[in-house]
T-cell receptor
Framework: AQSVTQLGSHVSVSEGALVLLRCNYS??????LFWYVQYPNQGLQLLLK??????LVKGINGFEAEFKKSETSFHLTKPSAHMSDAAEYFC?????????????FGAGTILRVKS | SQTIHQWPATLVQPVGSPLSLECTVE??????LYWYRQAAGRGLQLLFY??????ISSEVPQNLSASRPQDRQFILSSKKLLLSDSGFYLC???????????FGQGTRLTVV
């Protein structure tokens, strides 16, 4: 079964600083990986996805992630943090089952942006 | 575009009362549908998923059940709620094997 690990349950950065949220995956097959963002008491919104095309994936709101097979990583970055980026971020991997498929999520990382 | 409608947004229920949360999908047919529960610091736990009408797979044994009476309707139920059923419940869907999931806005359930 596939799994993901997000390093750091809380990350704090200053406004304008680099954002780096870490995600490592475990997969027995070429993975399909996703990053989602969640604002308080809301559903999850897709930021970006990796589906075996380009290893550097660009998403919404200036975020991007790089797939590194040798490191089994899919870290999320943004060059300059904005106050509106404060939210919880989830990394997820697609797990295929006998019937259908599912997303397996990491525990999440809460991003705090300081002014 | 694909949209999931989920209601209510918040719900406070006494221990031992029944539960019914409904999720409906717009903008697509034959979706895979999922119920997740979210607890603080623990990410999203998959409770149930369904690949079609009447088909339900359970990921974890618990006090809850799910049903899919129509292609675009997914219901989460309980006959008697426990305190431990409190949490944030999210309905999600996707089409095919290689697409991302889209989410409803969630229901905050508090069992008192």
């Amino acid at each position: 079964a596939q799994s993901v690990t997000q390093l750091g349950s809380h990350v704090s950065v200053s406004e304008g600083a680099l954002v780096l949220l870490r995600c490592n995956y475990s997969s027995s097959v070429p993975p399909y990986l996703f990053w989602y963002v969640q604002y308080p008491n809301q559903g999850l919104q897709l930021l970006l996805k990796y589906t075996s095309a380009a290893t550097l994936v660009k998403g919404i709101n200036g975020f991007e992630a790089e797939f590194k097979k040798s490191e089994t990583s899919f870290h999320l970055t943004k060059p300059s943090a904005h106050m509106s980026d404060a939210a919880e971020y989830f990394c997820a991997v697609r797990d295929f089952m006998e019937y259908g498929n599912k997303l397996v999520f990491g525990a999440g990382t809460i991003l705090r942006v300081k002014s | 575009s694909q949209t999931i409608h989920q209601w209510p947004a918040t719900l406070v229920q006494p221990v031992g009362s029944p539960l019914s949360l409904e999720c409906t999908v717009e903008g697509t047919s034959n979706p895979n549908l999922y119920w997740y529960r979210q607890a603080a610091g623990r990410g999203l736990q998959l409770l149930f998923y369904s690949v079609g009408i009447g088909q339900i797979s359970s990921e974890v044994p618990q006090n809850l059940s799910a049903s899919r009476p129509q292609d675009r309707q997914f219901i989460l139920s309980s006959k008697k709620l426990l305190l431990s059923d409190s949490g944030f419940y999210l309905c999600a869907g996707n089409v095919g094997d290689y697409t991302e999931a889209f989410f409803g806005q969630g229901t905050r359930l508090t069992v008192v």
